[in-house]
């Protein structure tokens, strides 16, 4: 009876972690932005839903937006700590733990986040950048399409920027205008449109990734559209839950992932810088303008030295720039 008793207990016990076993794992996924964001819709959920549908019922991918989880600086580090086991963020948030994918943020090098992802993703699955990554798995490496100058007043020379204050988002963005004459303010990009109407700045160097949605336009009349540097952007997991997966999770991350992901994502960048390109050109007395060719000359020949510098400040950064250049010119060419 005693033996009875004990059998039934037991197979009590294990029914529910049958039942259990039949359950997908779920992976929390932090995503800073707004719920309504296009990089959302048009990058990362799509992205998600095609893991969970090859995973074989194995795995579920829930998005936390809106800085639930983790604010843009935070997410790194949450997702180390296993917080979240996937996360959403931007490289130059973590000052020279990801020099070598700040090559990107060059001067006039590349012209669209499509151009510029794919190569980033390959300089990592080749070697060159993998030191940098060796803590997380990426997922995604990408760009975000290329900054541009928006002032309160028309600036058509170098004449015209001297002395001017630009709101600026990482210290390469600092550099470029600091060479050009001008005096950078860092801050993020929520602070762009009181710093613009208050007269705190005097222009801002962003994209058009967020440009109307923080209502810039309302600020910032006069568009100066030749390309100052991208910026580096990634999705990455914690790399022990990773590992933890079932076989079939994992297979359906991996065939998701890498560089059909971060092409996915420069489209849906480049598809968001676009939208909103559109809008701002639609509104009158907003000119959308490039420098007049000598004037191009002047600009990149006062930001020549930014790739010396950056190289000796890099580890392997005259590798790293020669093999990015390199995986530029396999697909569209450097802007000139």
Do not use: C
């Not at 992976?27 to 998600?48: E, H, I, R």
């Amino acid at each position: 009876m005693k033996r009875l008793i004990a059998t039934l207990a037991a197979a009590t016990l294990f029914i529910p972690a049958l039942a259990g076993a039949d359950e997908p794992i779920t992976f929390k996924f932090t995503f800073p932005g707004p719920p309504n964001s296009t990089n959302l819709s048009g990058g990362l959920a799509p992205w998600a839903k095609m893991v969970e549908d090859s995973s074989e019922g194995t795995l579920k991918i829930q998005i936390f937006t809106g800085g639930t989880i983790a604010t843009a600086p935070q997410t790194l580090d949450r997702v180390i700590n296993g917080v979240a086991e996937i996360g959403y963020t931007s490289q130059g948030l973590y000052g020279k733990q990801f020099q070598g994918s700040s090559v990107l943020e060059l001067p006039f090098l590349v012209a669209s986040s499509q151009q510029a992802s794919v190569p980033l993703w390959n300089l990592y699955e080749n070697g060159v950048l993998a030191d940098e990554y060796k803590v997380i798995k990426p997922v995604a490496l990408f760009a975000f399409p290329p900054s541009f100058l928006h002032f309160k007043k028309p600036i058509k020379t170098l004449e015209d920027f001297k002395g001017l204050k630009i709101s600026v988002a990482n210290p390469m963005a600092a550099d470029i205008v600091q060479k050009l004459g001008a005096a950078p303010v860092t801050m993020s990009t929520i602070d762009n449109y009181q710093a613009l109407q208050r007269g705190v700045v005097d222009g801002a160097l962003v994209p058009y990734t967020g440009f109307t949605q923080f209502k810039l336009q309302e600020v910032a009349t006069y568009h100066l559209e030749d390309p100052l540097g991208a910026s580096a952007g990634f999705v990455f997991m914690n790399k022990e839950a990773y590992a933890k997966l079932p076989a079939p999770a994992k297979a359906a991350v991996d065939k998701n992932s890498g560089r059909p992901f971060s092409a996915l994502m420069g489209r849906a960048l480049d598809a968001t810088a676009s939208l909103q390109h559109e809008e701002v050109a639609k509104l009158a007395n907003h000119p959308m303008v490039h420098l007049e060719f000598k004037e191009t000359e002047r600009w990149a020949e006062r930001l020549k030295p930014i790739a010396d510098e950056w190289v000796a400040a890099t580890p392997n950064g005259a590798k790293i720039l020669a093999a990015y250049l390199d995986e530029l010119a396999k697909g569209a060419k450097p802007v000139p």
